[in-house]
């Protein structure tokens, strides 16, 4: 019990300094550079990108950071975005079920090819299939969440 | 309710980098509060044997992916803590590399559940909902995967 505890405490400390060092820069750099141009225009080719699932463009920013960063960072900025400008829940929804699938693709992606000799075929399965399968899911779920809404309403 | 215009850029810097510093302190917080209570079930979790009991309860699923029984330890590992402890626990496996990609894909689509569940939550969606959803969809992409690799 005692050694759960120190698990608890050690364990907290070191997540929660991660989190820190990843989520302060994060916030900074997305506030300083929202307006710039170069920004915009990584943000509206990403656009471009996740508008097949259903994302607009509002969607693009907190859908790239969880993209690169991860699930937690991502959903840090969607619930920094719903508290300044109210996200449609629809647009959450498919946020949430698209980076499910596929989030932080470079750091987990390479702690996976580290452990094997590496092949195009890996990368591969590993990141072009995996995000494939994620915008199948999305379109799906997005799908039968529609039915399921209109559905009820009637 | 409008802040002044900032009439030199080191001035709208400074603001930015402010505002940028209040946004990160905000979801920091947002994130602690409901990440430290969710790493603090999953020890609980691996305290009292869960993640051993799952996994004998995955065993027979692995064939599905190609996979031993004992593949299901890493994957309810990756399940209930993260990554890096289910990396830890496949490197006792010996698994051919097809089988790593296998059940690399099953692990990087459901991992950490409790503590992402817990941040998804927090966003307004159901948290059990998303975990059953990434281990389902997890598996399915996994067994999919291994039934095109067997193709080509």
Redesign the interface.
Known sequence: MGQ?LH??LT??FS??LR??LI??????????FE?TPAFRRVVRAWAVVVRHVGLNERSAAPTLVGFLFG??YG??????D?RRHDLP?RQ??IM??FL???HAVVE??L??LA???F?LM?LF??VV??IA?AAL?TLA?TALAGFLVRRARR | MHEPPATSPTERLLRDLRTGLRAGLVTFWELARVMVPAYGITLVLQYVGAIAWLARAARPLMSLLGLPGDAALPLVVGYVLNIYAAVGSMKALHLAPQQIVVLALAILIGHNLIVEGAVLQRAGMNAFAFGALRVIAGLAAAALAHLLMGLF
Do not use: Q
């Not at chain 1, 959903?75 to 920094?80: D, L, M, N, P």
């Open positions: 759960l698990t608890f364990g907290s997540l929660l989190v820190f989520v302060i820069p994060i916030m900074v750099v997305l506030e300083v307006g699930l937690a959903g840090g900025v969607i619930v920094r719903i829940r959450v929804f949430s079920v499910s699938m596929v987990d992606s702690v996976f452990l094997i000799p092949s890996a399965w590993i299939y995996r399968w899911v779920l």
